[in-house]
């Protein structure tokens, strides 16, 4: 098989990269190891930035998105039990939309499969070699077939666990990580969201999220211990201990119903550094995770795959190399902002164990600091909204 940019993993990244790139009139080959209704199956992320709308519209993918997506203009941050609202659109002229990813990633396969792309599913054994050749190779395993795939650059878009990251030396390679003592324990459930707009709140009993999807389906999380399984919750329990958190007065209006959807997740930030490798370039998740409070991890991995489109682009339209040689320094200085924030975010809103009464009390006098300084909550704000390209 042969193409011009090999690409492991049909995530939001995988997906986007190959649509950009056809778009260019690119040849694109995407592998993964799951199939499309698993991958659509996958409940995560839930708000886009400005830019990851801009890239989705960029792409021919964001019919669906204006008519469905619920454009928001601010969230509530809360504090047992005092609220202040961080006005987005008054403090940085912007708003950010809630869309599914799991509608994200339905919306690309459906133009990709209508352009027919060219996909390998349920693949095994994805093995990257000679990435530092003129002739790179994706080989692996698909159907009881040994296939592999010649290509100039290989897409490393294959999320945490994957293995493109993996194929840079550990001579190379430099790794940062943080893992947080907790999780957060999600749920979804059809019932109208308990607010217009999210709430994070930081509770004595740990912190909790009310999201949403739509107007009648709500997201909700909670922060759990680490050695909990989703069996340890039941829907009663869960309702309670979000009713406590979210406060009496904001608890009153929840709708509560049987869950469709309950997982846990591990939280944790994370950078490999660099970005390429020789003929690989990881974007996405494979290079980087964070802690799920700034609802940032769709939205870097979305910026990774614009910057790497274009500088992909540029080569093959223009014959110009210089945006593939600065593609790993340009998205890590985003990238490290983007950690920054969520780890600030993070810090401010869990219950963290090994806190002392002198560190709650600076979560406490930054809440406060917060709600009095437009300056402050025009920070955040920022951030939420989406950080500039470059
Ligand atoms: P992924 O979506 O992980 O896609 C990677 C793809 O590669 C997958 O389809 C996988 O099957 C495939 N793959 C993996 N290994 C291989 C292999 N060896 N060979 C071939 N294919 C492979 N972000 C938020 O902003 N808000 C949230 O609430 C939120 N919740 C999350 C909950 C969970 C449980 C997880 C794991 C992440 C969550 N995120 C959230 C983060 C967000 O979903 C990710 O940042 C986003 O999915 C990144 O997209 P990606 O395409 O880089 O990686
Ligand atoms: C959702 C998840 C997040 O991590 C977040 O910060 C906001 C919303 C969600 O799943 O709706």
């Known amino acids: 098989v042969k193409t011009q940019v090999c690409i492991i993993g049909a995530g939001p990244a995988g997906l986007l990269l190959s649509q950009l790139l056809a778009n260019a009139g690119i040849d694109t080959v995407v592998l993964d190891r799951r199939d ?69 990633t339905r919306d690309l396969f459906d133009r990709r499969f209508a352009e027919a792309q060219r996909f390998f ?18 080989h692996f395993r698909h159907e009881g077939r040994d296939v592999t795939v010649e290509c100039d650059y290989v897409a490393g878009c294959d999320g945490f666990h994957g293995v493109s990251r993996k194929a840079i030396p550990d001579a190379v390679l430099r790794t940062y990580e943080r893992v947080y003592p907790f999780g957060w324990l999600g ?12 709430i994070y709140a930081n ?18 999380y909670v922060q759990c211990d680490l050695t909990d399984r989703v069996e340890d919750w039941s829907d009663d329990r869960f ?6 958190r979210l406060g009496v007065e904001t608890a009153a209006r929840l709708e509560t119903g049987p869950s469709f959807e309950k997982s846990i997740a591990p939280l944790r930030s994370f950078v490999a550094e660099p970005m390429r490798h020789g003929a690989l370039f990881l974007a996405g998740d494979a290079a980087h995770i964070v802690p799920p409070a700034g609802a940032k991890g769709l939205n870097l991995a979305v910026a990774d795959v614009r ?4 500088a992909l682009t540029a080569h093959y339209r223009d014959g110009n190399d210089s945006h593939l040689d600065t593609y790993s320094e340009a998205a890590l200085r985003r990238v490290w902002k983007v ?27 930054e809440f406060d600091y917060l709600a009095g300084s437009e300056a402050a909550s025009r920070s955040i704000a920022e951030n939420y909204v989406g950080l500039p390209l470059e």
């Open 36 to 104: 499309r209704a698993y991958i659509e199956g996958r409940i995560r992320a839930g708000v886009l930035e400005r830019g990851t709308v801009a890239a989705l519209e960029d792409a021919g993918v964001a019919d669906r998105l204006h008519r469905e997506g619920l454009p928001h203009d601010g969230f509530d941050l809360a504090f047992d039990g005092e609220r202040h609202r961080i006005d987005l659109k008054a403090l940085t002229g912007k708003s950010v939309m809630v869309y599914g990813q799991t509608e994200v």
């Open 121 to 138: 599913f349920n693949v095994d054994n994805v093995t990257p070699d000679d990435l530092t050749s003129d002739a790179p190779r994706v």
């Open 187 to 198: 749920i979804m459930v059809d019932r109208p969201p308990v607010s217009h707009e999210l």
């Open 203 to 220: 509770h004595a009993r740990g912190f909790a999220l009310a999201s949403m999807r739509s107007k009648t389906r709500s997201r909700y």
């Open 239 to 244: 309702w309670e201990e979000l009713s406590v």
């Open 307 to 310: 910057l790497l489109a274009r």
């Open 339 to 365: 950690e920054r924030f969520s780890w600030q975010l993070s810090t401010l809103m869990h219950q963290f164990p090994e806190n002392s009464p002198f560190e709650k009390r600076m979560q406490r006098a």
